[in-house]
T-cell receptor, first 115, second 113 residues
Framework: GAGVSQSPSNKVTEKGKDVELRCDPI?????LYWYRQSLGQGLEFLIY????????KSGLPSDRFSAERTGGSVSTLTIQRTQQEDSAVYLC?????????????FGDGTRLSIL | AQSVSQHNHHVILSEAASLELGCNYS??????LFWYVQYPGQHLQLLLK??????LVKGIKGFEAEFIKSKFSFNLRKPSVQWSDTAEYFC???????????FGQGTELSVKP
């Protein structure tokens, strides 16, 4: 079956521009997570959604970052007024739910480069 | 704050050598433990996981890990590595009832043929 799908796979943009990254989770998975993988910082949690509950935004690094999940499926991560330190690989993962015994399945990521 | 530490940043081994990658976490409550692997050019994949029960867990491709609660450790082992094990390995935890993964910094493993 299809895994977690992310688009675009690569994105190059100029500093100050806004970007949108998309994640399509595995069908039937109610939990969706965003992480960031960057040199020097490793893998960092950003935000997660579980069903209709309020998202856990505790990992978002600044108010320039936001995410939404429409219809309980596809999610979009938006970064406004991008800065060079936003350059990283943005990973999306999904799981059946947030229960402790549900492993997270990762997409291939979006490599974001800010010039 | 809760954290995960992986002691080795880069490990270089010859084929057939034994492997042990260290992982320690800092959290006094219930944790769920994971090892993920990222092969070159591929996405993160789950190697193995521990939730409860037998502290020695076996995963895919001959990997195993042992949870030692008193040491807050979850070290990954493989008796004999292969060139195809070349990858980056991440230890991670979720707290209590699950949710977000807290990752270690990763260990890059290079296996020489």
């Amino acid at each position: 079956g299809a895994g977690v799908s992310q688009s675009p796979s690569n994105k190059v943009t100029e500093k100050g521009k806004d970007v949108e990254l998309r994640c399509d989770p595995i069908s039937g998975h109610t939990a969706l997570y965003w992480y960031r993988q960057s040199l020097g910082q490793g893998l960092e949690f950003l935000i997660y959604f579980q069903g209709n509950s309020a998202p856990d935004k505790s990992g978002l690094p600044s108010d320039r970052f936001s995410a939404e999940r429409t219809g309980g499926s596809v999610s979009t991560l938006t970064i406004q007024r991008t800065q060079q330190e936003d350059s990283a690989v943005y990973l999306c993962a999904s799981s059946l739910d947030t229960g402790y015994n549900q492993p997270q399945h990762f997409g291939d990521g979006t490599r974001l480069s800010i010039l | 704050a809760q954290s995960v530490s992986q002691h080795n940043h880069h490990v270089i081994l010859s084929e057939a050598a034994s492997l042990e990658l260290g992982c320690n976490y800092s959290y006094g409550g219930t944790v769920n433990l994971f090892w993920y692997v990222q092969y070159p050019g591929q996405h993160l994949q789950l190697l193995l996981k521990y939730f409860s029960g037998d502290p020695l867990v076996k995963g895919i491709k001959g990997f195993e890990a042992e949870f030692i609660k008193s040491k807050f450790s979850f070290n990954l082992r493989k008796p004999s590595v292969q060139w195809s094990d070349t990858a980056e390995y991440f230890c991670a935890v979720t707290l209590n009832q699950g949710g977000k993964l807290i990752f270690g910094q990763g260990t890059e493993l290079s296996v020489k043929p």
